[in-house]
């Protein structure tokens, strides 16, 4: 590919040594970390940890490296919902997917469900950090699979850089906001007494937190308005832009 380690290493987000382990079979490497690193290299995962066989006989048969890069641009890109709680992303999700015949995945489900624990015995018993090393596993898996799918990513995870940035790559991300009030009002009406939890002034750090990560969610492909409250409205807003991409990139192609 023309990288040396250190440059692998540095776009991987990992270090030099665990890079040089890596080659060596020595490392010990989470799926959602060996996906970056495929990412990175324009390869498949099973290309990475196929036995030397299997890649002599599909070089045989005339597969040359990139080919994994060329097959995943066939399929159809995921959709991927970025965004503070209650922007609506598990509401329009499961919409869009409806819409679109895909499959919605909302990433906390699936990460209680690798972890056999609900998210607040997930921060309460293994911290952040544990969460966020799940969350690149699961994000990993599901992009790495050819199903159709609609996601619905956790707020925090554009502070996942490494696994946001494949995020970026592979879907096509949608940040749906609205306003600090709204998002606060709606969390409390599903019953999600978190915002307020040991807080003394949960508005204000909600504001906060939206300012602090409002650029990265602009770096979304697309952005949604869900302020109407009427979710029929915004899906149709979010299909026409949907629509609107699509052309415009077969256009450039």
Do not use: C
């Amino acid at each position: 590919m023309g990288l040396t380690a250190r440059q692998l290493a540095e776009r991987a987000g990992l270090s030099a040594r665990f890079i040089s382990d890596l080659e060596n079979g020595r490392a010990n490497i989470a799926i959602g970390r060996l996906s970056v690193v495929a990412d990175v290299l324009g390869v498949d995962v099973g290309e990475l940890v196929a036995s030397s066989s299997w890649l002599a006989s599909t070089s045989a048969g005339g597969i040359e490296a990139g080919d994994g890069s060329r097959a995943r641009s066939m399929r159809p890109r995921p959709v991927a919902l970025i965004g503070l709680r209650g922007a609506g992303k598990s509401t329009l999700g499961r919409l869009l997917a409806d819409a679109l015949v895909w499959e919605f995945v909302e990433v906390d489900a699936r990460i209680e469900q690798v972890a056999g624990l609900d998210l607040a015995s997930i921060f309460a018993l293994h911290g952040e950090d544990y969460y966020r090393r799940l969350e690149a596993m699961v994000v990993g898996v599901l992009l790495g699979e050819p199903t159709p799918r609609v996601l619905a990513l956790s707020g925090g995870l554009v502070t996942n850089t490494p696994v946001f940035e494949l995020v970026r790559r592979r879907t096509t991300t949608v940040w749906l906001h609205a306003s600090p009030e709204q998002h606060m009002e709606r969390v409390l009406r599903q019953g999600d007494e978190r915002p307020l939890a040991d807080r003394a002034r949960p508005m204000e750090e909600l504001k906060n937190m939206l300012s602090t990560r409002e650029p990265a969610y602009r770096l979304a492909d697309l952005a949604v308005d869900t302020s109407d409250g009427d979710p029929a409205a915004v899906l149709e807003e979010l299909l026409a832009a949907l629509d609107a991409q699509r052309e415009e990139q077969q256009q450039l192609v």
